[in-house]
């Protein structure tokens, strides 16, 4: 039976080293376990965690039925549980938190039965007044159960990644996983896609501006994420080992973290696009996740990639057009004056679009060859997300394209983090890809 723990044990352990810098990792959490049944391991699990006496199981009407109700059965062999249920759509924002916290106050440990937003609730409400707490994944939807931020919506309507605490350990049921709905493990793929567009887009950013890189979190996935795409159309069969090999690429992708202490190097311009959706699609949102959002907008970065890389003489930019009253005319008062906050800091006076065209003049032979490197043909990114039942354009997600164009041109305004999209409007180039671009 394959051993889906190696290389995640060594990690942990602080047995693993990045070859080239002697670095390992500083890991915020005991124990992560992948194995393809955990069905009535809970106690063993939970126990050495020391997460206290009394426990609350915390789950909602979908990942109840799929693995809360078994958990919360299990740990009645440690202690008192209090069974928690949330209704279905659970999103992490301010309110949801304040009644994670209300709900679970008599418990001295939180356990969570659940992916992506279920799981930011508990570690954010837990985070806020200082419990433990543990995750059991239901999905193989998202690679954040490791992060140590969580992604919280502010009642502003602001979403934003805020520091938190990572879990005490991270429990995953391969056969839960592969039974949960496939749009969840094609969004788990989704976000694994931007791999090679953010790896792009923060090379490109310290080889131009000099800050800090780190190829750690790449060595990291880099033998995992062959098979994950191999496996790809197996997530849309239900196929254990097509999660297995999804779950591990996504909890070695959240292990960057601990390398580096931030998250560049799964976030970049694709997922700064999937941001702008949440925070501004607005009634017109379709509902789609995290995952699926990075993986169409993953899939579009690439072909952006692609093209300017095509280019034999490097892009020229002009000065950044940025101006506080459009940004507060798009996004109204509050949010417009915090976007312009940030993006003002990544924007270019003409002296300084002159300086950067001088050096990207300079570095741009080498730095597309170095880039060339990273890229993944696009195609095959779209054909492993279609064959693994995940939307690959716009329309499938439910957007308009008219909206799909807005969140790839403005996506650069939601955060100081410098990407291809950036370079691509102050160049004047991205109306023109995006027109084309077929979504
Ligand atoms: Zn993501």
Request: with cysteine.
């Given at each position: ?7 995640i ?10 070859p080239?810098?002697?670095q ?7 124990t ?5 049944s ?9 126990a ?5 006496r ?14 809360g109700?078994?958990?919360?059965q ?5 202690g ?15 309110p ?20 992506g937003?279920?799981s930011?609730?508990c ?7 200082g419990r ?9 939807s ?12 502010l ?7 805020l520091p938190?605490?990572a ?30 567009t953010a ?23 880099a033998?995992d994420?062959?098979?994950?795409i ?21 909890t ?18 694709e997922?700064?696009?999937?941001h ?6 607005g009634k017109n949102h379709p509902g ?10 993953s ?19 002009c000065?950044t ?53 990273f ?8 054909a ?9 354009t ?8 008219e909206l799909?164009r807005q969140?790839?041109k403005?996506?650069?305004d ?8 950036d370079?691509?409007d ?14």
């Open positions: 039976m394959t051993d889906w723990n190696t290389l044990r060594e990690v942990l352990a602080g047995e693993w080293r990045d080239d810098t002697g390992t990792a500083k890991v915020p959490f005991e992560i376990r992948i194995d393809n955990l069905d009535g391991a809970a106690p063993d699990l939970v050495p965690l020391k997460i206290g009394r426990i609350a199981v915390v789950s909602d009407i979908n990942t109840r039925d799929a693995m109700k078994r958990v919360a299990e740990l009645k062999a440690l008192a549980v209090d069974e928690v249920v949330l209704p279905g759509d659970t999103h992490c924002d301010e949801t938190i304040a009644r994670v916290q209300e709900l679970t106050r008599h418990a001295d440990g939180v356990v969570v039965v659940g992916s937003s279920l930011d609730a570690k954010f409400a837990t985070f806020k007044d433990k707490y543990a995750c059991f994944a239901t999905a193989s998202m690679n954040g159960y490791a992060a140590s931020t969580a992604s919280v919506t009642n502003s309507g602001y979403k934003t990644s938190s605490h879990p005490r350990g991270i429990f995953i049921d391969l056969q839960v996983c592969a039974d949960a709905p496939i749009r969840l493990s094609a969004a788990g793929l989704g976000d694994s896609l931007c791999r090679p790896q792009i887009d923060w090379w490109a950013s310290h080889r131009l501006f000099d800050t800090f890189y780190s190829a750690t979190p790449y060595k990291l996935v033998d994420e062959p098979k994950m191999a496996a790809a159309a197996d997530l849309a069969k239900h196929g254990v080992a097509a999660n297995g090999h999804l779950q591990r690429v996504l070695l992708c959240g292990f960057g973290v601990c390398f580096t202490g931030v998250s560049h190097h799964g976030s970049m311009g997922h700064q696009v999937s702008w959706i949440d925070m501004f699609a789609t996740t995290h995952g699926q959002q990075v993986g169409v907008a899939l579009a970065m690439a072909r952006l990639h692609r093209e300017l890389l095509s280019l034999d003489r490097p892009p020229k930019i000065a057009r940025i101006v506080e009253a459009e940004f507060v005319s798009r996004y109204g008062e509050d949010i417009g004056r915090m976007c312009y906050a940030e993006a003002r800091k990544k924007a270019f006076d003409a002296e300084g679009a002159a300086a950067f065209n001088g050096k990207l003049e300079h570095l741009w032979p080498e730095l597309r060859h170095e880039l060339e490197a890229l993944m043909d696009p195609a095959d990114m779209k492993a997300l279609g064959a693994a039942g995940g939307p690959v716009a329309t499938e997600l439910g957007l308009s394209v799909w969140s790839m403005y996506a650069r939601v955060r100081n983090r410098w990407s291809f999209l370079l691509a102050d160049a004047g180039l991205l109306d023109d890809f995006l027109a084309r671009d077929p979504q």
